[in-house]
């Protein structure tokens, strides 16, 4: 398996909390820059949130202070935990990694307001 496999996505009220979780192949997290990627209906694909293999991290404006990227080395897994979540989170949310040419199908998230 080369593409990552994106979970946890799911309705929720604004306000609301979800943790999104991303399989990757064995030793990806460990040796490449991580990205977590959105996509709602009639716009671009987004960068959301960013990790690299030392554990810095950055944050589109829209999110910050909100969001957190995260990694599991061990589990193989990337994780973006949301909160406080308002209805312009709405889309499918997707992982991948530099240089971006393995993508999953993605997780949707929906929030209600």
């Known amino acids: 398996q080369v593409q990552p496999v994106e979970s946890g996505g799911g309705l929720v009220q604004a306000g609301g909390s979800l943790k999104l979780s991303c399989a990757a192949p064995p030793s990806v997290l460990n040796n490449n820059f991580m990205v977590w990627f959105r996509q709602a209906p009639g716009k671009q694909r987004e960068r959301v949130a960013t990790?690299?293999?030392?554990?810095?991290?950055n944050y589109v404006d829209s999110v910050k202070g909100r969001f957190t990227i995260s990694r599991d080395n061990a589990k193989n897994t990337l994780y973006l935990q949301m909160t406080a979540l308002k209805p312009e989170d709405t889309a499918v949310y997707y992982c991948?990694?530099?240089?971006?040419?393995?993508w999953g199908q993605g997780t949707q998230v929906t929030v209600s307001s």
């Open positions: 991948s990694w530099y240089p971006f040419r393995f």
């Open positions: 990790i690299s293999t030392g554990g810095s991290t």
